[in-house]
């Protein structure tokens, strides 16, 4: 089945770009998918792409794609601290409709 | 904008007692789906949900879990007798169709003691 990895931990300063990597192993898959994860909070979709796409920009967040690597970035202009959350990047399991998570990178903003 | 509910935000039970979460959906969605989130861990999918029947469930949706759809607004997840492992945040989503954009609700955090 897919397998999602992410980097676990990032620390920045204020103002300074974040970059969050996540790889996976199923080449089929259609959706990419960006989640944030407040502190006690739920799941927030920040952001998603679609397999024959590059690069999408939403405002502050750029995502990227690479498909022959497998491998999806997430980067935050001006990170500011409340971007301090858990970052899950995640993806539509081609042999099913479920979505397999990675680990999820715990983004931390230095003052 | 539309966006997916659940309850009890919070539900702290004995092990061996039954829990049912309750989750209602964005009104027009299609597929309907439970993860879970031991914390600290990744989140996990369990199942899913279509056309009144599940569509596919994961190793650790085992016989003590069963979903529902008992009207045409609620989507339940029951655990029949819970055990300590069970403790984690469960998750409901919802999609208009295949691998649309899943909505996600703010999740239940059960603790089994």
């Known amino acids: 089945g897919e397998d999602v990895e992410q980097s676990l931990f990032l620390s920045v300063r204020e103002g300074d770009s974040s970059v969050i990597n996540c790889t996976y192993t199923?080449?089929?898959?259609?959706?990419l998918y960006w989640y944030k994860q407040e502190p006690g909070a739920g799941l927030q979709l920040l952001t998603y792409?679609?397999?024959?796409?590059d690069m999408k920009q939403d405002q502050r967040l750029t995502v990227l794609l690479n498909k022959k690597d497998k491998h999806l970035s997430l980067r935050i202009a001006d990170t500011q601290t409340g971007d301090s959350a858990i970052y899950f990047c995640?993806?539509?399991?081609?042999?099913?409709?479920?979505?397999?998570f990675g680990p999820g990178t715990r983004l931390s903003v230095l003052p | 904008e539309p966006e997916v509910t659940q309850t009890p935000s919070h539900q702290v039970t004995q092990m061996g007692q039954e829990v049912i979460l309750r989750c209602v959906p964005i009104?027009?969605?299609?597929?309907f789906y439970w993860y879970r989130q031991i914390l600290g861990q990744k989140v996990e999918f369990l199942v899913s949900?279509?056309?009144?029947?599940?569509?596919?469930k994961s190793e650790i949706f085992d016989d003590q879990f069963s979903v529902e759809r008992p009207d045409g607004s609620n989507f339940t997840l029951k655990i029949r007798s819970t055990k300590l492992e069970d403790s984690a945040m469960y998750f409901c989503?919802?999609?208009?169709?295949?691998?649309?954009?899943?909505?996600f609700g703010p999740g239940t955090r059960l603790l089994v003691l």
């Open positions: 995640a993806v539509v399991d081609n042999y099913g409709q479920n979505f397999v």
């Open positions: 199923d080449s089929s898959s259609t959706y």
């Open positions: 792409i679609f397999s024959n796409m």
């Open positions: 009104s027009n969605h299609l597929y």
């Open positions: 949900f279509y056309n009144n029947e599940i569509s596919e």
């Open positions: 989503a919802s999609n208009g169709g295949g691998r649309e954009t899943q909505y």
